[in-house]
């Protein structure tokens, strides 16, 4: 599990010392007053097993496969040993001076990894020892691969331990590297064995990760990292040196918890839930406004938690008290640690379709000792579950971050079933095979997990296993540990896979299709003949919800042809997560292979569809229209084509109005327009577009309206911009010139340059001096789209009508890249002048990142400074605009290159952004980025933020332009401070949720 996420700063912190009544803190109690605290349910006994000074600190409680107890001490926390804190937010998310190493070779921290052993089976653990320390933020472990598996964020380390002394037979490889260490509260932590072979893990919401796989020599693999953004599950192949993100979002993804049926958990710190449950390539919920937006913008939508009534925050993470664990009274509850709370909560669950809701049913464990923190739950070998006390007066961020921490303390307690007699973990029968064999089809989930990983290791030989993964005799959890077991041992062949789709047990047949798939990537014809048949069949909708999981993950042609098939379903349409499950897998093929798509919407079928009708066209349609590329707005034009009815063109055109909501409609086929007008989507963008009588006027009435929304002003704007409109210039200019938004302002900018007469030119070199500077850029790049407009500024500046000052240095830059008689006018207005030099280039590199290193800033006035200066161009978490990169997933660590990248602009100009000069047959002027092109038309995205659509009809000339379109300079004037909170901001992993 995480380090104990009730300590975020999501607000929890404030409301939970502000809820209550301070009260005096009465210190720790000695291990033996606390043990006596405790209020526990009927039925069950809380007993302690470990104290300090055996450990200090436990965040993690792991079992080996000889029944020792495996203990990750946090003492590091909350500070990674060794660096140097350039600045937080408010959430303490920090950033740090640089990434350490791994150890042993980086910074030695304090945390270690101890080991405690029941040696003569009396239930006490009697003997300790370390089996590493000087860790730095070590958060999980897990056993294999001839050794240990230790999670000390950035890196996934493996400890060979060949001859299992519990002694590391050297330095640690590195396996992973990348995962984000900016809250230590929230780092990647909970290794898990899945029953599929796969290593599970959690990250926390407040940091990110840039994931890389090491080969063998110890090297990064080539390619790009993986990115992510906050809260997921993920998972870690180590035989296939394979990383990939197993479901996207949560609330706060700390603990893992993996059921008798292989099905994932996470706990949540939120109120009203109990916590999440992730499927296979699901997006779950976020704290967007603080957590950033999920990775895929075409999901149009994600899971919420699981359902629970109103309840105090929070669960920290939890255990599905399954099988033997507790005895039948308990069993299936749901035990979860609060440490916020200081108890254990017991909750039932209850299947909802294909996931599950919650409620509570009493507290397994309340404490009297205001100390008490439990911050892990773990199934022991014994049947029994153990909680790891952190013990301490406060689980709170930010007195932790200012020393308000005891970290001498720790404790360890077993809850069991009353009357169980002696309890030990010990299992002095580890090395006998017939033990594990026994324990495979046993209902201790424990066992029967470790007996998973005994296959895998090789030190169990597994056979047989086909038969018993169908026989109804071996029951539901025999079958599918047999199931498991088969494919562990590599021995789940096309026949074995038949035979479990025959099973009478939905999760057998569930795990047949999801192993399948993962393993194969694209089955063989037979068995995929045998999934569409279960997909047609199949009465389960946890079944079919993994189906549309494994679907996304085919090749397209077989991907949506299973997809057809579970599209017969009606249940699914009102189903919680079936819809959105199908969607994501169709929204691939709409990215990879959009003619499949055609395809399969030319089957009368899809269109019968109730899923189809409620969920899929309107998704359908945004996703197609949404990216505004000449290419897929031509499939969504086909798709109305094949529409059959009223019905489904109405939510086509629904979902076409959503995706251009504020945009322009320039480059969108006049048929795919004309048929959202049939559908009802009638409007004055469409009337201009097909000039129909009086439209101009209507328009110009809508745009001048101050009480009209905003979105559809912005939205006509640009539909006048598209072509010469008679009579509209001075209404345009008036706009710019007196309008209460800025939105507005510069929309009616983006008009103009399409417009013709002098009066344009005159207008805006009148009001040039009084606009505010966001808009002036805009201005400048309307006068430089016509030569005889850039004379008419030209004239107005030498004659000293307008002063030199008003196109400023970085203006003039913008329109030296235009090129043309706007870049001769910027020589001009230079003097030509104009740093080429590389030698003070490198000197004001040189000076600022020595001013950033000196000490450290404040992100929150460095968004200002964002806004104002970078976001005209670049967004970031979401602010700004989309000229240049999305700077959110760019690596912003390296602050050398962060500098010379805003210092000398062209020194890499990144692929996809190389800038392009435009001139048109009448005389205009365009410099930019490429966005779309097709055989008609050319889309350009301009250095002031405009997208420009023009007919290659009406194009003169094209050409790529050297060197980068973004401005030097943007670094002048700045104080130390300025540039210290600047990149303080620039360097930050999540967005601030400062409400801007």
């Known amino acids: 599990m995480s380090p104990f996420r009730c300590a975020t700063a999501s607000g929890l912190l404030v409301s939970a010392l502000s809820a209550a009544t301070p009260v005096a803190d009465p210190g720790p109690g000695s291990p033996s007053e606390s043990a006596r605290s405790f209020q526990v349910a009927e039925g069950l006994v809380f007993e302690q097993v470990l104290a300090e000074p055996q450990v200090a600190q436990p965040v993690s409680l792991t079992f080996d496969r000889r029944g020792r107890l495996w203990v990750v001490e946090y003492r590091q926390y909350p500070n990674p040993a060794g660096l140097r804190m350039v600045s937080h937010d408010q959430f303490w998310r920090a950033v740090y001076d640089e990434v350490p190493e791994p150890p042993p070779k980086g910074p030695r921290g304090a945390d270690r990894i101890s080991i405690h052993e029941d040696t003569d089976g009396d239930g006490a653990f009697d003997h300790h020892r370390v089996f590493v320390d000087g860790l730095n933020i070590a958060t999980s472990v897990a056993f294999g691969g001839g050794g240990v598996y230790v999670l000390n964020p950035p890196y996934l380390l493996h400890y060979a331990d060949r001859d299992g002394d519990d002694t590391p037979d050297g330095s640690p490889a590195v396996l992973l590297s990348g995962f984000g260490l900016e809250d230590t509260h929230s780092v990647a932590n909970s290794l898990r064995w899945g029953p599929d072979g796969w290593l599970y893990g959690c990250q926390g919401s407040t940091v990110t990760a840039h994931v890389r796989v090491h080969g063998t020599d110890g090297r990064p693999i080539a390619g790009e990292p993986i990115y992510s953004q906050g809260q997921d599950i993920w998972r870690y192949h180590p035989g296939r040196r394979v990383y990939e993100v197993f479901s996207e979002g949560g609330g706060n993804a700390f603990g893992l918890e993996i059921d008798s049926e292989g099905r994932v958990f996470s706990g949540h710190n939120g109120g009203n839930t109990r916590g999440f449950h992730y499927q ?163 209902t201790n989930r424990w066992l029967s997990r470790q007996a998973l990983r005994e296959i895998a290791e090789g030190r169990l030989r597994f056979t047989g296993g086909k038969s018993e993964a169908v026989d109804p005799k071996a029951g539901p959890v025999g079958a599918l540990n047999a199931l498991w077991a088969t494919d562990i041992a590599g021995q789940l062949d096309a026949g074995a896979v038949a035979s479990a789709f025959r099973s009478p047990f939905p999760a057998v047949r569930l795990w047949a299709v999801r192993l399948l798939v993962d393993r194969a990537g694209e089955p063989d014809a037979a068995s995929f003949r045998g999934i569409l048949d279960l997909a047609a069949a199949e009465t389960d909708p946890g079944v079919r919800a993994q ?254 009508r307008l002063g030199r000052e008003v196109v400023g240095v970085d203006a003039l830059r913008r329109l030296k890249a235009t090129g043309g008689a706007a870049a001769r006018l910027a020589e001009r207005l230079a003097g030509g002048t104009g740093s080429g030099d590389a030698i003070p280039r490198k000197s004001e590199i040189s000076r600022i990142v020595a001013v950033v290193w000196k000490e450290g800033g404040s992100p929150y006035p460095g968004k200002t400074l964002f806004l104002e200066r970078c976001a005209g161009c670049h967004r970031l978490f979401g602010k700004g605009g989309q000229v240049g990169p999305d700077l959110t997933a760019q690596p912003r660590n390296d602050l050398a290159s962060l500098v010379l990248n805003i210092v000398h602009p062209s020194a890499e100009v990144r692929e996809g952004y190389e800038a392009q000069r435009v001139e048109t047959a009448d005389g205009r002027s365009f410099g930019g980025f490429l966005a779309d092109q097709d055989s008609q038309t050319v889309t350009l995205r301009t250095t002031d933020g405009r997208t420009v659509v023009l007919a290659r009809k009406e194009i003169e000339t094209m050409e790529r332009v050297s060197g980068s379109l973004m401005p030097e300079g943007l670094l002048e004037g700045l104080t130390d401070t300025q540039l210290r909170d600047l990149f303080a901001y620039l360097r930050s992993t999540q967005p601030l949720n400062d409400g801007r």
């Open 547 to 800: 189906l549309a999981s494994s679907a996304r993950r085919l090749p397209p042609k077989p991907s949506l042809a299973l997809l057809k098939a579970l599209l017969g379903h009606g249940p699914d349409a009102g189903d919680a997560r079936q819809p959105l499950l199908v969607w994501w897998a169709l929204e691939t093929r709409c990215g990879d292979s959009p003619s499949s798509v055609l395809e399969l919407a030319s089957d009368d079928g899809f269109w019968r569809s109730e899923l189809v009708r409620r969920h899929l066209l309107g998704r359908l349609m945004r996703r197609f229209a949404d990216t505004g590329r000449g290419e897929d707005l031509r499939v969504a034009e086909q798709l109305f084509g094949k529409a059959p009815d009223d019905v489904c063109r109405k939510a086509l055109a629904q979902g076409f109005e959503e995706a251009f909501q504020g945009r322009t409609l320039a480059g969108v086929p006049d048929g795919l327009l004309e048929a959202v007008s049939r559908a009802g989507g009638v409007s004055p963008v469409f009337e201009l577009r097909r000039a129909s009588p009086g439209a101009v006027e209507r328009a110009m009435a809508l745009v001048s309206d101050a009480k009209a929304p905003l979105p559809r002003r912005i939205q006509v704007l640009a539909a006048l911009g598209e072509a010469r409109r008679e009579g509209v210039a001075a209404a345009l200019l008036e706009l710019v010139r007196a309008d209460a938004s800025t939105e507005v302002r510069r929309a009616a900018l983006g008009a103009l340059p399409a417009q013709d007469g002098a009066e344009i030119a005159d207008g805006l070199v009148s009001m040039l001096g009084a606009l505010p500077a966001e808009l002036k850029d805009s201005a400048l790049g309307v006068l430089a789209s016509r030569p005889a407009w850039s004379a008419r500024l030209a004239e107005a500046v030498e004659s000293g």
């Open 280 to 442: 296979q390539g699901a997006y779950l919920q976020k704290g967007f406004d603080k957590h950033g937006p999920l990775s895929n913008p075409h999901a149009f939508g994600y899971f919420p938690p699981m359902a629970h009534p109103d309840v105090d925050r929070f669960t920290h993470t939890f255990v599905i008290a399954d099988g033997a664990t507790l005895g039948s009274v308990f069993a299936g509850r749901l035990f979860g640690v609060e440490p916020l709370q200081g108890r254990v909560v017991m909750s039932a669950m209850e299947s909802v379709g294909s996931t599950f809701k919650t409620r509570d049913i009493g507290y397994a464990v309340t404490s009297g000792d205001p100390w008490f923190r439990p911050v892990d739950i773990e199934l022991g070998p014994d049947g029994a579950l153990y909680v790891a006390d952190w013990y301490d007066a406060n689980v709170n961020h930010y007195r932790n971050h200012e020393g308000k921490i005891d970290a001498t303390n720790g404790r360890v307690y077993r809850l069991r079933a009353a009357g169980a007699g002696g309890v030990s973990t010990r299992i002095p029968s580890a090395d006998d095979p017939g033990f594990w064999r026994g324990a495979l089809s046993g």
